[in-house]
């Protein structure tokens, strides 16, 4: 089977802004599914991968709105799972990591009533400020939102099905003159055909950020050069902004 993976976060580019000027906190994130119990069962699990400010204690969110995409619109609360976890009345805190970003993993699992292909989400307010491409200059306006579609198959004649997992972190600093490369590094346990396609980032289900620009339409990269190759599974272009990730 192939699967295209819509990356949303390779085509954001940032202003270069003092430190502590970002209104927000949500810098990166990914959804992965993987059905559960066998492949006979309608369970999945859900695990969420975000990428805040460590420094945006105000917005730290030890938890997230999970939302499965089922019939009945069923959304739940699900707790943070990693970090250090000094009250154990509240979720861990998460993991801090160089460059004032913070890894956090939230994990829920749930049974739909039968196969089927299924949007499950997260919307969280907000973005960072200063996103060149993002309803600049107002990024931090817009809510930080992560999809994916997923199949449940019927097991008896399909099998079990699983989304692809990024392996690269989608945290990367480029360098002003140098050509920026970002390779998420994909795997697919069910052994899925892979490719990728830059889309407009979402700011609810299927429903695109305002005032978007892809990374070569932005200020003096002037219509040059964006590139995604299949056969690399990687996007680059060159940086001629003042920053970009």
């Not at 000027?21 to 492949?39: D, K, L, M, P, S």
């Not at 619109?73 to 970003?101: E, I, K, S």
């Not at 996007?235 to 990730?245: L, N």
Request: glycine content about 8%.
């Amino acid at each position: 089977m192939k699967t295209t993976l819509r990356l949303l976060l390779a085509a954001i580019i940032f202003l270069s802004l003092p430190k502590g000027a970002f209104a927000t906190h949500n810098r990166a994130g990914e959804i992965f599914v993987e059905q559960i119990n066998g492949c006979n069962s309608n369970m999945v699990r859900c695990s969420i991968f975000t990428y805040t400010k460590t420094s945006s204690v105000q917005a730290d969110r030890d938890t997230l709105t999970l939302c499965w995409g089922d019939a009945a619109n069923t959304c739940v609360q699900v707790a943070r799972v990693n970090g250090p976890q000094p009250d154990p009345n509240l979720p861990p805190q998460g993991q801090a990591l160089a460059n004032d970003v913070k890894y956090n993993i939230y994990i829920a699992e749930f049974s739909y009533d039968g196969p089927d292909s299924y949007i499950i989400s997260v919307t969280d307010p907000n973005r960072n400020g200063g996103i060149l491409n993002v309803n600049f200059p107002g990024s931090e306006n817009v809510q930080f939102h992560l999809q994916t579609r997923f199949t449940l198959f019927s097991g008896q004649f399909q099998g079990c099905n699983s989304s692809p997992l990024l392996l690269q972190p989608p945290i990367d600093y480029a360098c002003v003159g140098q050509v920026f490369v970002h390779n998420p590094n994909a795997y697919d346990a069910d052994g899925d055909q892979l490719t990728y396609e830059l889309i407009v980032p979402m700011q609810g289900v299927n429903s695109p950020v305002p005032n978007y620009s892809f990374p070569q339409n932005v200020g003096a990269n002037g219509g040059c050069c964006l590139s995604s190759t299949p056969l690399t599974k990687s996007a680059s272009w060159p940086v001629r902004s003042s920053s970009s990730t």
